[in-house]
């Protein structure tokens, strides 16, 4: 049976977003076990009482049920290079446990910090985060994301991000990017500096 899981920002000993997540795990378990009674992960996430104020990733694994719930320390990525590369295959719409084709196409960095996935010409995602492109007046972010993150789906409601196709040989004219999800929101992200094609 296939297993799949949520990374919940804890921030202050404070789940964020719990909306988000909520909506994206129900909404998950019905394309994938059926018309099953929907769950709310608050019910089932508790803090561990030596948890600090610092910032924490909990994992929630499910399938039908929750599996496992586990909490770390939040090391944040430095990301500056992005190596471009073409997988017209993927198909990541789930957040899967089994990550192995992600993990795959993540070796292929090279010397870059991370990878870039493009699919049938499209920018979609980096293997661990959805991705956004100033335009200069606009924060966009591809139309069609291998998988639709919690960050990216709140930024859509604020408006603070637009929807947009964004094809490879487009990305010069975005003068700046950042990555986003879960535990690296917009604001907090710098700006990707380089692009490998």
């Known amino acids: 049976m296939c297993r799949l899981y949520e990374t919940i920002k804890v921030e202050k000993r404070h789940l964020k977003h719990i909306v988000y997540h909520n909506a994206r795990l129900n909404r998950t ?6 018309n099953i009674a929907e769950i709310n992960l608050e019910d ?7 948890l600090s104020n610092e910032i924490f990733k909990c994992r929630v694994t499910y399938d039908r049920k929750i599996i496992k719930i586990e909490f770390e320390k939040h090391k944040p990525r430095v990301i ?11 198909d990541y719409h789930l957040k899967y446990s089994n990550r ?6 993540y070796e292929k960095r090279e010397d870059c910090d991370e990878v870039l996935i493009i699919k049938d010409g499209f ?9 956004v492109f100033w335009n200069g007046s606009q924060w966009i972010t591809p139309e069609n994301p291998l998988l639709e ?7 859509l409601d604020q408006k603070v991000i637009l929807k947009g196709e964004i094809r490879i040989e487009e990305l010069s004219k975005y003068p700046r990017a950042r990555i986003i999800n879960a535990l690296n929101d917009l604001q907090e992200s710098g700006d990707i500096l380089e ?3």
């Open 80 to 90: 500056n290079s992005l190596k471009v590369i073409h997988c017209n295959e993927i």
């Open 29 to 34: 378990r019905k394309e994938v076990f059926g």
């Open 44 to 50: 089932f996430i508790q803090i561990p009482d030596d």
């Open 123 to 131: 920018v979609t995602d980096t293997s661990f985060s959805n991705i």
């Open 149 to 155: 993150g919690t960050a990216r789906a709140r930024l």
């Open 195 to 197: 692009f490998v094609i």
């Open 100 to 105: 192995e084709q992600l993990r795959d196409l």
